[in-house]
């Protein structure tokens, strides 16, 4: 039932401490959670003494994660730092004013990933050092090739994380559309690609998913 600390308050761990019913609050002195699977947790860890964020999303090969990035980096930075608009710039001089644990099933991929999109958007680290950061403590961490793919571009965009920027970036908005993501809808309104009337295209018609579709441009 092992918590592994990556720096200052920030642990990471697999949801097995959860299940076996540790005392993460008294025990390491954590009092925010963010589980990053869709399965429930124990009630225990919903209430108070905790907050508690649930991120439901799969560890497969079309989940849209970066689309969850502004929600979880929000969350940290109010359990670290006790506000949600931190600044990114200070933050790694800030000192940390309670812990918080990222967790998913196995610790391994899906939590990793969300810790990942932190330590580059507020610590300034690369992809490399952030996964470094956690592998030294946690070795067994492996953010699946569909997160690695979209961290990589997370930090091409300069760690950009908003939602309504990110949907007006054409690269972000290949990007949903090659993952079959359900949540489409959320980049047409300033999509241009879609919005012109004389083409009279059927959206539908053309958002099909990965599977299905000819993949037309590929993150290097």
């Known amino acids: 039932m092992s918590l592994y600390r990556v720096l200052g308050g920030i642990y990471i761990s697999s949801a097995e401490p959860l299940y076996e019913g540790l005392d993460i609050s008294m025990e390491h002195g954590i009092e925010h959670v963010i589980s990053v699977q869709k399965q429930s947790v124990p009630e225990s860890y919903t209430k108070t003494p905790y907050r508690h964020l649930q991120i439901p999303v799969d560890d497969d090969e079309t989940t849209n ?3 969850f990035f502004e929600q979880t980096n929000r969350f940290i930075c109010f359990a670290l730092y006790g506000n949600p608009d931190q600044i990114p710039k200070t933050a790694k001089l800030a000192k940390h004013k309670s812990k918080i644990l990222i967790h998913c099933n196995a610790g391994c991929s899906r939590s990793p990933a969300i810790l990942a999109a932190f330590l580059m958007k507020y610590y300034q680290m690369s992809l490399k050092v952030a996964l470094y950061a956690m ?31 990110l949907s007006s970036i054409p690269i972000y908005k290949q ?25 009279n295209v059927d959206v539908s ?3 099909r998913c990965k599977r299905c579709r000819p993949r037309s441009y590929e993150i290097p």
């Open 65 to 67: 994660i970066i689309a």
């Open 135 to 165: 592998r030294r403590v946690k070795p067994n961490v492996r953010p699946n090739d569909n997160f690695l793919r979209q961290l990589k571009l997370y930090e091409e965009l300069r760690c950009q994380d908003n939602p309504k920027i």
């Open 205 to 207: 018609s053309v958002l």
């Open 175 to 199: 990007l949903v559309l090659e993952l079959g993501c359900n949540n489409y809808e959320d980049i047409l309104e300033s999509d241009d690609l879609y919005g012109d009337e004389a083409t």
